[in-house]
């Protein structure tokens, strides 16, 4: 198995809401991302987990809470968001430690999430 | 921190002709080179990637050699398709490529149109 799975694909939310993204991976990666991704833009990197632990918070704001409840989930809990945090949200998993694979993030196909 | 820099476009191709899409890098350390490609509506998939100075990655039909002493990973094909139409990132571990997870920081993309 070597997929990223993101849910839900598509999210609806007024900023008064309460909601969560998943991300689920079995290929063995003790490290997970989140990463925005807004119109025409690259992803920008938010969070990184390392053997389930938060290394990396690129200053994001509070209204958004990181989780890495096991080494094969990750989600990202939503709470009174602003219309310009509309995007496409991404997950990514990689492996740890020496060899080939090091550095290389697979990615799951995004959430895409709409504020009103 | 590393950073990427890459044409951007839209790049207008016709069928069968040779693509180049330039990629030069800053970077500190021995980062790892990337190139992932993203479809419409779809997460980023990785097309081919470099973790030393003078490798050759490549894939269906796509190449890109790390060249150190210009800093460099330009992306090229020989004869593109239709179906090539999509967005191209170049990237590049944020950190030294030890093992660790630092995530990857991307160009801006390319945009490549290829018309029939």
């Known amino acids: 198995d070597t997929e990223v799975t993101q849910t839900p694909k598509h999210l609806v939310m007024g900023m008064t809401n309460k909601k969560s993204l998943k991300c689920e991976q079995h290929?063995?990666?003790?490290?997970m991302y989140w990463y925005k991704q807004k119109a025409k833009k690259p992803p920008e990197l938010m969070f990184v987990?390392?053997?389930?632990?938060?290394?990396i918070n690129e200053s994001v704001p509070s209204r958004f809470s990181p989780e890495c409840p096991n080494s094969s989930l990750l989600n990202l809990h939503l709470h009174a968001l602003q219309p310009e945090d509309s995007a496409l949200y991404l997950c990514?998993?990689?492996?740890?430690?020496?060899?080939?694979?090091?550095?290389?993030?697979?990615f799951g196909e995004g959430s895409r999430l709409t504020v009103l | 921190g590393n950073s990427v820099t890459q044409m951007e476009g839209p790049v207008t191709l016709s069928e069968e002709a040779f693509l180049t899409i330039n990629c030069t890098y800053t970077?500190?350390?021995?980062?790892?080179l990337f190139w992932y490609v993203q479809y419409p509506g779809e997460g980023l998939q990785l097309l081919l990637k470099a973790t030393k100075a003078d490798d050759k990655g490549s894939n269906k039909g796509f190449e890109a050699t790390y060249r150190k002493e210009t800093t460099s990973f330009h992306l090229e094909k020989g004869s593109v398709q239709v179906s090539d139409s999509a967005v191209y990132f170049c990237a590049l571990t944020r950190g030294d490529s030890g093992g660790g997870a630092d995530g990857l920081t991307f160009g801006k993309g390319t945009h490549l149109i290829i018309q029939p």
């Open positions: 987990y390392s053997y389930e632990k938060l290394s």
């Open positions: 290929m063995g990666h003790r490290a």
């Open positions: 970077a500190t350390g021995y980062p790892s």
């Open positions: 990514a998993s990689s492996p740890l430690g020496t060899g080939g694979l090091v550095g290389e993030l697979f």
